[in-house]
Each structure stands twice: as C-alpha cells, then as structure tokens.
C-alpha cells in the first residue's frame, strides 16, 4: 500500500520537474529561423556543386584539360574537352559539363586536380522539376560570372 | 491485414509493420503474427533499400568508394569514413600525421553525439514524448553547423582521406567544440530530469525487452546494446585504434538488459564522448593534416584484409580482399543493427505491440545501414 502513494508522489514529482523545465524553455527566445525570409549564411567550405574558379588577373580559369577530374569521379559527372589550338601552349578547355545529379559531393575531382582549378561553389538554392536543369556547362558559368 | 481464425477463442492475424511506418524510421518491414496485442512471432524482412554497396566496392578504385561511406549510418557517417580510411591505410601502409588523428577523433566523437542525440529525440518520440526532440535537436544543430564548417557537409560526410584529412580545422572549430562541450554538460542534466525520471518513461521502459549477454553473443550484437547487457566490450578499448589509448575514457556498461539499459549506456555515452572530445583538444598538436607521400593509385598487396572500428551502433568491420589491384576484388560490410536487429525476433515473442515498438527503438536501428 505504501508502495501505491509513493508510486503516485514520485510520478507527481517527474511530471512537476518536467513542465517547469518545459516552461522555462518557452520563455526564451526562439531559434527557429524564418525562412525563406530570413536564411543563414553558407560556410566558406560549404558544399554546393563544383565549378572553375575564376583567376582574378587573367579572367580565366587555370584548367589545362588534363582529365583528371574527369577520371577520378565515382560517378562519372564531369565530361571535358581539351583542344589544340593555334598559338597556345597545351591544350584548350572547350567543354567542361556537369551532371549534377549524380554528383555526391565527394570532393574527389577537386583534391586530384593539380593546378587548382575548381571548387565548391556555395549554391544551395536548387529546385527543379526537370534533370536537365541540374547539367551545367561550367564554362559557360564561369563567363557569365562577374 | 488476413485473418485465419485458429479456434473458436483464439484469433490469429498477420500484421505488417513498415515497410512505411514511423516507428520504423526507415523503409524496415516487420511481419508480425499476432494474438490480439500480443506478438506471436515478428519476422524483419529487408531488401527495400537495398543499393548493392558491397558490390559498388568492387568495381571502383579504393579512393572511389570513399562517398559510399557516408550512405550506410548517414548518422554516424564519420565512424563509417573512419573504419573505410583506416583499412586501406593499414592495406597500403599510409602513416597519418598526428594531427590528423586528433581531428578525426573529435570530428568522430562529435558525430556519435549528434547521432545518439537523434536517437534520444526520435526514441522518446516513439514512446510519444514530442518535447524532447526539439531539445535534442537544438543541441544537435549546432553538431551540425561545427561539422559543416570544417566537412562542407551536413550529414553525408566524406571528410577523412587516405592519409589524412581533406582541410585542417580552425581554432573557431575547436573553440566552438569547447563551447559546445560546456553547453551540453548544462543540458544533459536537464535531459535526465525531464526524460530519464519521468515516471511514464520508466514504466515503458523499465523490464521491457530484456535481452541477456547470451543472446548478444547469439546474434552478434554490439555497441550499446550489448553494454546494456552487462558486457563491457567496446573496440575503442578492447582493440584500439587512432588515438584513443592515449585518451582516458570509460565505458558506460549496466547489466540489466531491458530498453531503460541501452537508454542509460546511449546517454551515459554522449559523456564519455565529451570526455574524450575535451582531452584530444587539449592535447591537439600543429603540424600538417595530409601524409606528404600518398600514391595517387592505391594499390595493395594481395591478401586478406580487416579492420573495425566502434561505430555509434556497434562494431562496424570492414573485409576486403585484395588481389594487387587498383579496386577491391571483394567487399564485405559488416554493419552493427543487422546483428542488433536479429535478435528482435526472439526476444520479441510474446510482448506487447506497444512494448515491442519500444523495444525496437531501444535498439537504435539505421535502415540504410542495415539493408546495405
Ligand atoms: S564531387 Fe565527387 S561526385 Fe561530384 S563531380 Fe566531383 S568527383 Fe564527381
Ligand atoms: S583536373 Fe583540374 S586541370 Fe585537370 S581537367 Fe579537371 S579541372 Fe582541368
């Protein structure tokens, strides 16, 4: 019988302790963010899809098309195209395109390029009823880029 | 749902739990046979999510299967990276610097809170607490945001390379870790006063689904449900890797076997990690986070290969067969909640529905990790 009204004490107790913690919490100010109205800033190592980094003295990307990007991705995302032109020492990176729904982020493309030549972008705003919208052609990206 | 009466005053009926269901957190479906409220037999039945990952491991080079990693426990991802990276160092002989040892054990630890941290939030949820969630997942947040800042990712992480990792850490990082560690040993009182001492809780938890040392050893269950069981066996201790012999840490172990055990080893945990987290910060070293000579293709040694690490749900081992070539000629996984999983059959004969649900949250159970 004791054990009965310790038993109904001890759960009164629990409860109790619970809602003042609980009410103590509704007090403070609210974490949540609004968004879309207001949104948190990415991280500078944040992971978007890649794209070429624009050098800011030449205008242009240092890619030298040597397709290791290309090779090296698990999913087989990147396709490019080098070409020999006239004058220019090495070859000339024609296409670089991205088919991002394959992409999972690995970053593998990016530790085995050797010149540096790409990066994550911080795109996160990404929404789409067609696949054909997440295909980027990066170089036309980096040109529309200011 | 049939029903095959199996005389006048016994009824048995077939019940499907999942393949979408909440408490299943997961594409998991269960076959129930019931006897009213009763379980009769409950039989798991994977295959729902099945992606092949072990065969995905023989077909692409060593460096290529680094993402999978992050696909089997998308919870505790970076055990995963880990156990993967460590393997095919120990296959090729890397040495890691230092430093990256240091980082990888915070990143790890920190993770293994946040997963355990989801778990508390989901588990009390099953039970139908929806308040703690919210709390849990505050705290869980800002897990999130320090990983993000140093692993460009959320949840998915593929951070740890061959040899190292793929940035360095700022002091922000391990400044913030600190923070972090302050401000979770003020919560995790709180959490014991609202949930660990709730009345209801105890009652739901307390004897329901009890599973013995015995039968862990049967099924091959690991992690915390078998330190509920009374057997202290944790791969961070009894087969160390990294750096953690360097590190002082206990392993919470209670004997009784019943869900509240696995629930006190999951939170008596999430202290330990802290523990471990506060000690590797201060005793961090500078120097570079990337071995200087790592071949650009891993090609091992023929032979037979092993490694496993403590994942946040178990033992997570790793077999890979090697015949001197660029990718893995076999791949084996072995993951912790498919052994922890096995064992909810047995021991779930005879319980409640609403014990058993109980019971299979108290196991923590990952569905992609499982049905790999
Ligand atoms: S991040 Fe990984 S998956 Fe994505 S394009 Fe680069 S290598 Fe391919
Ligand atoms: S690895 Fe770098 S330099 Fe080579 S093709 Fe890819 S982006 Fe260009």
């Not at chain 1, 038993?7 to 949540?32: C, D, H, W, Y």
């Not at chain 2, 957190?25 to 798991?44: C, F, N, Q, S």
């Not at chain 2, 870790?177 to 739901?204: D, G, S």
């Amino acid at each position: 019988m004791a054990g009965y009204f310790t038993n109904i004490l001890g759960g009164a107790k629990s409860l109790v302790v619970g809602l003042s913690i609980t009410q103590r919490q509704f007090f403070k100010k609210p974490i949540t963010l609004q968004y879309p109205w207001e949104s948190l800033e990415m991280t500078p190592r944040y992971r978007g899809h890649i794209q070429l980094i624009k050098n800011a003295e030449s205008g242009t990307h240092q890619c030298i098309s040597c397709g290791m990007c290309e090779k090296s991705c698990p999913s087989d995302c990147i396709t490019i195209k080098g070409e020999k032109q006239e004058g220019v020492k090495g070859k000339v990176l024609v296409k670089y395109e991205l088919d991002f729904t394959k992409c999972s982020l690995c970053g593998q493309c990016i530790a085995n390029c050797k010149p540096g030549a790409i990066e994550f972008s911080r795109e996160y705003n990404l929404a789409s009823t067609r696949k054909e919208d997440f295909h980027y052609d990066l170089l036309k990206r980096l040109k529309e880029q200011k | 749902m049939s029903s095959q009466p199996l005389s006048q005053n016994q009824e048995r009926f077939e019940l499907n739990l999942g393949p979408q269901h909440p408490a299943t957190h997961g594409v998991l479906r269960v076959k129930l046979l019931m006897d009213g409220e009763y379980i009769v037999d409950a039989e798991p039945v994977l295959g729902y999510i099945h992606r092949m990952h072990e065969l995905m491991g023989e077909n692409r080079s060593w460096a290529q299967y680094l993402p999978n990693m992050g696909r089997l426990d998308y919870l505790s991802a970076l055990s995963y990276n880990l156990g993967y990276v460590e393997l095919v160092e120990k296959m090729a002989g890397i040495e890691v610097p230092e430093r990256a040892e240091y980082i990888r054990v915070i990143t790890t630890e920190m993770n293994r809170i946040s997963s355990h941290l989801l778990w508390f939030g989901a588990f009390v949820l099953d039970l139908g607490g929806f308040t703690p969630l919210l709390y849990a997942f505050d705290d869980r947040e800002q897990i999130l945001d320090l990983l993000e800042a140093v692993t460009g990712s959320r949840l998915t992480y593929c951070y740890y390379l061959f040899g190292g990792c793929y940035n360095d850490v700022e002091d922000d990082f391990l400044s913030g870790c600190l923070a972090f560690v302050k401000r979770l040993r003020t919560r995790l009182p709180m959490y014991h006063n609202l949930v660990t001492k709730n009345v209801i809780l105890r009652q739901r938890l307390e004897g329901v689904g009890p599973v013995s040392a015995e039968m862990c050893r049967k099924y091959g269950a690991t992690g915390p449900v078998l330190r509920g069981s009374g057997i202290n066996y944790d791969l961070r201790k009894n087969e160390p890797y990294s750096i953690y012999p360097e590190l002082d840490f206990d392993v919470p172990v209670y004997p009784e076997g019943d869900s509240m055990a696995r629930f006190m080893v999951r939170m008596d945990e999430m202290e330990q990690c802290l523990r471990i987290i506060e000690q590797a910060i201060a005793k961090i070293p500078e120097g570079p986070v990337m071995a200087e000579k790592v071949p650009k293709m891993i090609k091992p040694a023929a032979g037979d290969y092993y490694h496993a690490v403590e994942a946040a749900r178990g033992t997570f081992a790793i077999r890979a067969v090697s015949d001197g070539a660029n990718q893995a000629y076999r791949m084996k996984l072995r993951s912790p909640t498919f052994s922890n999983l096995s064992l909810f059959q047995e021991a779930s004969r005879g319980m409640l529905l609403a014990d058993g649900l109980a019971f299979m949250g108290s196991l923590d159970l990952v569905i992609p990790e499982i049905d790999r």
